[in-house]
């Protein structure tokens, strides 16, 4: 796997971009969160002070800084001081455990945390000494080649251990102008983050792309379907990335809740399949143009997007991104013809280095450049990448393959229905039973009888699930996504109590 060309030609470098916006136009907005408001001036002073914090606890070139902060401008600001001494950053979700914690910062092998309150045995950095040093301005940025790592993302492993993603300057740079071709992203542009900045999408989609095409970034300490369209309404960002249960909550709101959704030149979607129901709901709905996505964190961010301007195919992920790659293949690695279904397989500058110290899980997962999904998909006879499920979410029942995207998909079909997610139970007698769990919007009438025979109406008799359970709502792992591993254990302890 090579990554010469990103190392080879001189491009834009997150390393200056803070000195680049300054010396471009002082005075322009650059990232902003509930209690600060920080132009490209003050962004740079900012992240001068915090590099010299880090240095003076000893942190340089080939270094790595865990950073353990909820969504605020001082995670980017970390962000980018990190990068300035030539270092590695790896955010860490600050909702875990100190136990969860304290393995991200072993393995990664963190010199120093950033965050506060933190009771870690490591060398913690108290998030309010990055802005106490007087003047940072000494400290000049480390010039870094594009093979140089820049973040580790830990990927919430549903067996065993998380495992930290290698992700280079390159293929940042690579994933970004990507990002900014394909959407359209210039310096009018202005992000609203609602997504996780310990995760992916949150710091490339989100942030790193529209401040490196010259726009800003606005961060939300939360998110609130209540309060997020007075958020749009008072910000005015043009565009903002979400998980489908947050769409899903959106369009749930009651109808007189009236929505100024004019600045919003685009919403995107990513981290999980969104039914084109909820895609025509939600467009219908707020009168935006919505995209859908895939891509995984091995992949940087993002490998397919449905295009703004051309054709929009609800129930695909949309063309692969300029300088990107997507084939299907089937179990021995080979080709499959369009149209039949495989393990998606993506090549291109934006795939990860590898897994950090996990030289078998890498070369498992990367094999002569193309990187494994573990996702099952077909390609259309335009060359849409449609996502069928996880290779290890699919049912086996009675020897048959059972994809439960496909029996969500007819769930959401009903009006009534805000979430779905289906998942295999253990039989003794058919290996696998299919079960169903539902969230229903405010004021639903529809019965769990209505919902089977629905099924019954648009499933083959094998594909019915043995039982549909409804719930207030559908659990979520940190990213967003529904959590099937929880679901499968409830729905597996449930019948052990049986």
Known sequence: MSHESSAATPRASFVTLPDDRYAQDPGAPCVADDAVQLDNAAFLKRVQQASAALARRGVGAGDVVAIVLPNRAELVVSLFATWRLGATATPVNPVLTPTEMQ???????????????????????????LSAEASGAGVQPVPVAGDALALLIYTSGTTGKPKGVMLDHGNLLSMCEMAREWLHITSDDHSLLILPLFHANGIVAGTLTPLLAGGRVTIAARFSPKTFFGL????RPTYFSAVPAIYAMLSALPEAEQADTSSLRVVVCGAAPMPAELIQRVEERFGVVLVEGYGLSEGTCASTINPIDGVRKPGTVGLPLPGQEVAIVDERNVPVPQGRRGEVVLRGPNIMRGYLNKPEETAKTIIDGWLHTGDIGLLDEDGYLVLVDRIKD????GGENIYPKEIESVLYTHAEVLEAAVVGR??????????AFVALRPGATVTVDE????????????????????????????VGKIDKPTLRKRSESAEAAA
């Open 103 to 129: 393995y991200q910062v072993d393995d990664a092998g963190a010199k120093v945390v950033i965050g506060s309150g933190l009771e870690l045995d490591a060398e913690v950095l108290d998030v309010e000494e």
């Open 232 to 235: 749009v309404a008072q910000a």
């Open 394 to 397: 699919m049912i086996i029942r």
């Open 426 to 435: 253990p039989d003794e007698v058919l290996g696998e039973v299919v079960v």
């Open 451 to 478: 919902l089977h025979g629905l099924c019954a109406q648009q499933l083959a008799k094998y594909k019915l699930p043995v039982l549909i359970e409804r719930l207030d709502e559908l659990p979520k792992n940190p």
